[in-house]
């Protein structure tokens, strides 16, 4: 198993951004799916994007599309989710997540291997 270690947290404005990262230790990304979840007090973990390093393709929940970005960098080795435009209710933990030698899922169950996670709020 690899251990995903998620940075770039921290308090933001409404309209602000912030960058996320996810850096697995002991190996590389190559031939995983990975993503990011958040899940705000009360609620439930939900998905809202993820990467397919084998081929590229990008995945979007509705809340985020046209706001966040997620992007692979393999000579870095590491996940990073750009979040534009944040309004309070993007205000949650996020959490990088993975699985090996799969497609991205929307759903926990879809990955085997988690962070722990990072801390977003956007709050004026």
């Known amino acids: 198993q690899v251990q995903l270690v998620e940075s770039g947290g921290g308090l933001v404005q409404p309209g602000g951004s912030l960058r996320l990262s996810c850096t697995p230790s002991g190996r590389t990304f190559v031939g995983y799916a990975t993503a990011w979840f958040r899940q705000a007090p009360g609620k439930e973990r939900t998905f809202i994007t993820g990467?397919?390093?084998?081929?590229?393709?990008?995945y979007y929940a509705d809340s985020v599309k046209g706001r966040f970005t997620v992007s692979g960098n393999s000579a870095e080795n590491t996940m990073y989710l750009q979040m534009n435009s944040l309004k309070p209710e993007d205000t949650a933990v996020y959490y990088c997540a993975a699985k090996f030698h799969a497609d991205v899922a929307t759903t926990i169950k879809g990955y085997d291997q988690w962070g722990q996670g990072t801390q977003v709020t956007v709050s004026s």
């Open positions: 990467i397919n390093w084998s081929d590229g393709h990008t």
